[in-house]
């Protein structure tokens, strides 16, 4: 502020969770973009405890998106249709529920589909009876979920196709990441995001959280990985029951 930046301190009814740095540049009367989006703070304590991911990219269309983000908290109006970004309170919950709606339906008319998802809580009510349903329609439904989990996995006629772990190691599990689709199939086809947002209705409904597709298939790749290690953890792992209990990996295996 003493330099002459400009600081926004909060926003009414709101809270802004999103982690985002955009930076403007003017070229011969063009402007350019580089978007730096996060699932973690910007905070140097943290980044020692946490574990998260972050997209650093000159894509235009995400960083005139990013511009958007900035002019509609600057004017506390956050109504408005973004071309990549998912954005809530307005716009992220819907995109979830439409991308399960999706493999729900690919479920029902035969074809490859599945649901992968990490995050650190899951107590959305609207997100969970999408994914109940989905499960009823044969979804495959893995869920990475280290901390308040208010969905049961193997609950017969209900969530027969969800399973879920926790994983609590030397570091605090902190990103999120959404994938839609087979991951098996052509990655191409995947659908995939790195969020700040927990799919909690106080993420979904109450802050600013913002959801950033992934595109390349190189980065999809090596997200996939991440998530295939830690679905082969036999140390730190724990399997949710239907009953609620954590059991240990290495005890089942």
Request: hydrophobic share 40%.
């Amino acid at each position: 502020e003493e330099a002459g930046c400009k600081v926004i301190y909060g926003f009414e009814k709101f809270k802004i969770h999103s982690k985002i740095c955009l930076i403007t540049r003017r070229d011969k009367n063009r402007l350019s973009y580089i978007t730096h989006i996060g699932t973690g703070n910007f905070n140097e304590k943290t980044a020692k405890l946490y574990t998260d991911l972050a997209l650093l990219t000159a894509d235009e269309t995400i960083g005139m998106d990013a511009n958007l983000v900035f002019k509609r908290i600057l004017i506390s109006n956050l109504e408005g249709a973004y071309d990549q970004l998912l954005v809530s309170p307005f716009e992220l919950k819907d995109a979830v529920l439409n991308h399960i709606e999706n493999e729900t339906q690919k479920a029902r008319e035969g074809k490859r589909c599945g649901i992968l998802m990490k995050m650190n809580s899951l107590s959305d009510r609207e997100i969970i009876d999408a994914l109940v349903e989905a499960s009823q329609a044969g979804v495959p439904i893995r869920l990475i979920i280290r901390s308040i989990c208010c969905i049961l996995p193997g609950i017969p006629g209900k969530t027969d196709n969800v399973t879920i772990r926790s994983i609590v190691g030397r570091y605090l599990e902190h990103s999120r990441i959404f994938c839609f689709g087979d991951t098996e199939d052509h990655i191409q086809d995947l659908k995939m995001f790195i969020s700040s947002a927990d799919l909690m209705t106080r993420n979904t409904v109450k802050r600013i959280e913002i959801a950033c597709p992934i595109q390349d298939n190189g980065l999809k790749a090596r997200l996939l990985e991440i998530l295939a290690l830690q679905l082969q953890d036999t140390v730190k792992a724990r399997a949710i029951s239907a009953e609620g209990n954590f059991i240990s990996i290495a005890s089942e295996s």
